[in-house]
């Protein structure tokens, strides 16, 4: 038996410039971590040669081109892992919450078909499979960001070049860095999910046509190098700011992104205490987010509490995706 382990992912600034719409134009970046929260894929062999594939449904097929299930289906074509194995797939939060959940299930996938197989593959390697799987193979209207982060771990700031090329630079902060920052971070659920392949679908399109767009999206790339800066030097309350300004600007580039609920949930949360936040990505539902000091985390806690919202524990995760059991 073969078990992947592959983390899901928070973006902090410069989400959507990883879509080719913007990065054919100029190049775009993002700074996002992955998080102690992971989809585990499992294979393991069958007695006959038939298909068995578990998720929140079971499939079990004669042959593995009948299954329902695209994103697992194509893994399986892409690697030649076809027939005789069963598949199960496991996870502790929704699709369409914001956290990259599919693009972790490509990289999973992949990375424990692969090692069924007895083949190694490089994170690099991974990532970029995974996208082809979703972007090219399946059709996917979405961006670059998730794979790499899922398939990297750590903090990054991911580049997109228009030669397609993806560039991946470690952000190097010392360990209390990071436990600060994991200590003001603070998610809560809101209970709404978002369909987030549609609307990064009608942003892709929007940002293609509108060049205002485009110049929203490059205000958001700007806030990369400050926020990358801050981390390093241990500046944690710019985080806060710049969250809340890569906030603005993309809660002004389609009315899918946000709704009168969600902007009064996160005006709750600066109201309570919080310095900054988003909702997690591409709109509609999912995470939302808060930049918060210690001092004021217990009333943005009720805040979110008395609204129905619960939170969701999560810290940094400084391992990609990786193979935690071969047997």
């Not at 695209?70 to 502790?92: D, F, P, S, Y």
């Not at 369409?96 to 069924?116: D, P």
């Not at 940002?207 to 767009?213: F, R, W």
Request: hydrophobic content about 40%; charged content about 20%; some cysteine.
């Amino acid at each position: 038996m073969i078990i992947s382990r592959t983390p899901f992912r928070v973006s902090l600034v410069g989400g959507g410039s990883d879509m080719p719409n913007y990065y054919r134009h100029a190049p775009g970046r993002v700074l996002s971590f992955a998080i102690n929260s992971y989809m585990y894929v499992t294979v393991s062999p069958r007695f006959d040669e038939t298909v068995r594939v578990a998720y929140t449904e079971t499939e079990i097929v004669d042959d593995f081109a009948s299954l329902r299930h695209n994103l697992i289906r194509e893994a399986m074509r892409l690697t030649g892992v076809t027939k005789g194995v069963e598949i199960t797939t496991i996870a502790n939060i929704f699709a369409g919450t914001g956290l990259g959940s599919s693009s972790a299930l490509a990289v999973g996938v992949l990375h424990a078909l692969h090692a069924y197989r007895g083949e190694y593959r490089s994170k690099e390697q991974l990532c970029e499979e995974a996208c082809r799987l979703e972007i090219e193979i399946l059709g996917a209207p979405i961006g670059k960001q998730d794979q790499f982060a899922a398939g990297h771990g750590g903090i990054n700031v991911i580049q997109f070049n228009a030669d397609e090329t993806v560039f991946v630079e470690p952000v190097v902060c010392e360990r209390p860095i990071r436990e600060q920052l994991d200590a003001r971070l603070l998610m809560f659920y809101t209970g709404m999910r978002g369909d987030n392949t549609a609307i990064l679908g009608k942003q892709s399109s929007e940002v293609g046509e509108k060049a205002e767009k485009r110049r929203v999206l490059s205000e958001m790339v700007a806030l990369v190098e400050p926020l990358h800066a801050a981390l390093v030097a241990g500046h944690l309350d710019a985080v806060g700011d710049l969250l809340h300004a890569n906030w603005l600007l993309k809660r002004s580039l389609t009315s899918d992104i946000a709704n009168e609920r969600i902007d009064s949930l996160y005006q709750a949360g600066l109201d309570a205490g919080a310095r900054g936040g988003k909702l997690l990505g591409a709109g509609g539902g999912g995470f939302l987010l808060f930049y918060c000091e210690e001092p004021h985390q217990d009333a943005l806690r009720q805040a979110m509490h008395q609204r129905g919202l619960n939170e969701f524990k999560a810290g940094i995760e400084m391992q990609g995706s990786s193979i935690v059991h071969y047997g």
